[in-house]
């Protein structure tokens, strides 16, 4: 093998090995980019995601769960099921307008999960404007 | 700003509309209870049926004949009156917040219309206080708690409109929103913005009177 080869294989292969926890984590994810919605009434909501995982991992005692389980969850009528929801976009399980009335909408979903933890840790945005920012 | 926004929108709800309640409910009985003594008449030939009729004529524009000797007044003071109780009940973020907390929802206006609606309701108030200025009949009775309640139903929509444009600061303009808010529900029952009450009251008096009594029409 070619000297030149093994140092560029040697250096994609480390490249590749510090730019894969970028692929898990949402470093530039600012903002809550939902797709599901058929039309926006309001901007989408701001969301520095890696700046609560950080938050979230430091503060919380999760007792085994996973840090990412604290808002990917995946229980749904199941309450025992500990898997997570990374990667399933919520409207999956949260539908914009669910036709089963003990489904969470995709709103109420959303608000739920950030108004309720800032809330209760009186901390964060909890009026409309402050994440639905012009 | 948590704890304050947190209490506005929550306990102090209830307050509001505690207040608003039984402050009508006590006014309702308190004039009842004058009409005893003062004109004790009325409870013989009260009559629900011209009560109604005459409640019903008064909420049609232009039925009446004071409505269509006042045109300008007609359309003005029934598209605000309509604007300011539909707006607040069916805007967006009001019933996603009685979503939140109670668990009830129903239909909402699209934004721009209920920006729109706001605007007429601000423009209504507009054309109310130079009525009082300029029209002579009403400024001679006018006083300036009329100009003040004005100002109390002008509050929430203009810090309304300025949250919902987030103008200015939008921490304390979403507080001075709420807080307008129930000083207007708050002010309802002592000024006289309780004619959400005394209008069906009045008519129904005035009603029972010129057509049971007098037969004649009383629009």
Redesign the interface.
């Known amino acids: 093998m070619p000297k030149k080869l093994a140092y560029l294989m040697g250096a994609i292969a480390i490249t590749v090995f510090f730019l894969a926890p970028a692929l898990y984590s949402q470093t530039d994810m600012t903002h809550v980019i939902e797709d599901a919605y058929p039309s926006k009434?309001?901007p989408p909501s701001v969301f520095p995601h890696d700046e609560h995982t950080y938050e979230i991992a430091e503060e919380f005692d999760l007792d085994g769960m996973s840090d990412c389980y604290f808002c990917h969850h995946y229980d749904g009528p199941d309450q025992d099921h500990m898997d997570m929801s990374v990667g399933i976009p919520c409207s999956d399980c949260h539908p914009v307008d669910p036709v089963d009335p003990d489904v969470t909408a995709l709103?109420?979903a959303y608000?739920?999960l950030c108004?309720g933890c800032h809330?209760q840790e009186?901390?964060g945005p909890?009026?409309?404007?402050?994440c639905h920012?012009? | 700003m948590?704890?304050v926004?947190?209490f506005l929108t929550g306990p102090m709800v209830w307050v509001s509309l505690l207040i608003l309640v039984f402050g009508l409910i006590g006014k309702f009985i308190y004039l009842t209870s004058m009409a005893k003594k003062r004109d004790p008449w009325i409870f013989n030939y009260f009559q629900f049926k011209y009560a109604i009729k005459s409640i019903l004529i008064w909420l049609v524009p232009f039925a009446t004949m004071n409505m269509r000797r006042n045109p300008v007044m007609t359309v003005v003071t029934f598209v605000f009156h309509i604007c300011l109780i539909i707006v607040p009940i069916f805007a967006?973020?009001h019933v996603?917040m009685w979503?939140?907390a109670w668990g009830i929802s129903w239909w909402t206006l699209?934004?721009t219309v209920a920006v729109t609606m706001s605007f007429l309701v601000l423009g209504g108030i507009l054309f109310f206080i130079i009525r009082r200025m300029k029209l002579p009949e009403a400024r001679y009775v006018t006083r300036v708690q009329d100009y003040f309640i004005l100002l109390i139903v002008a509050l929430p929509f203009l810090t309304g409109l300025l949250?919902?444009?987030?103008i200015f600061n939008?921490?304390l303009m979403?507080i001075l929103h709420v807080a307008a808010g129930h000083i207007m529900l708050i002010a309802i029952p002592f000024t006289w913005l309780s004619h959400l009450l005394l209008f069906p009251m009045l008519r129904g008096y005035v009603g029972s009177e010129f057509q049971g009594v007098r037969n004649v029409k009383d629009w």
């Not at chain 1, 909890?126 to 402050?130: D, K, L, P, Q």
């Not at chain 2, 949250?163 to 987030?166: G, K, L, R």
Request: proline residues 3%.
């Open positions: 009434e309001r709103t109420m608000h739920e108004k809330i009186k901390a909890i009026a409309c404007g402050e920012v012009r | 948590h704890t926004y947190i967006l973020a996603i979503e939140e699209p934004e949250a919902y444009y987030q939008y921490q979403i």
